[in-house]
């Protein structure tokens, strides 16, 4: 609720930070668990130094960890300034992490849809590349892989997906946070 200034006055703005940040803290969690997910399932076989589209995954979805991770400790900042909204240190904090929260969440988004883009261009080829044919008679069913190749393909790409919409919804709410720690700082 605008007061006759233009800003919000304090119990507004404690429980819109106070809503922001619960959403950040959650959002963050949910995509740090799913980039914890990816990896562990499938990535830690993939990477490989010396083939570039391999690489390109494992730094997106170590980006999309760290992207979560300020995500996470944003909405932490943003509870404790809705909780105590005199300290101005504390409000510069929050706008600092929002800020580089939203920043990471963007790059982290690039990141993902770029390798969404090669993984369907490569068909995930990359994807089942430590998969290894132990007889040649039998190519299509004797693969020995260290992870399920069944769903592999699609189950990663679900869950950059999934990754990706977290992404958008982190960078809607940390531009919120962003705007409201501005507001507060009356800047």
């Known amino acids: 609720l ?12 404690q429980r819109v930070l106070m809503k922001t940040g619960l959403i950040l803290l959650i959002i963050g969690h ?3 668990i799913i980039g914890a997910f990816v990896h562990g399932t499938v990535l830690r076989f993939v ?14 979805n170590a980006g999309s960890v760290i992207s979560a991770l300020l995500a996470i400790s944003c909405g932490m900042a943003a509870l ?34 770029v390798s969404i883009g090669l993984t369907l261009g490569s068909q995930g080829r990359v994807l089942l590349a430590p998969c290894t044919v132990t007889n ?27 990754s990706l919409l977290l992404d958008s919804v982190e960078i809607v709410f940390g531009i919120r946070c962003l705007l409201l720690t501005l507001d507060l700082l009356h800047l």
Do not use: K, M
């Not at 605008?2 to 703005?13: A, E, F, Q, T, Y």
């Not at 040649?136 to 790409?157: G, I, K, N």
């Open 30 to 32: 949910l995509n740090f």
């Open 47 to 60: 990477v490989d130094p010396r083939d570039a589209i391999s690489l390109q995954y494992t730094i997106a």
């Open 136 to 162: 040649v008679a039998l190519a299509p069913v004797s693969h020995e892989c260290p992870f399920d190749p069944t769903r592999v393909y699609s189950s990663t790409l679900s869950l950059w997906a999934i």
């Open 2 to 13: 605008p007061s006759v200034s233009g800003h919000l006055d304090p119990s507004s703005h």
């Open 80 to 113: 404790v300034l809705s909780r105590y909204l005199a300290p101005t240190t504390l409000g510069w904090g929050v706008l600092a992490l929002s800020a580089s929260s939203s920043l990471a969440c963007l790059t982290c988004l690039l990141g993902l849809a």
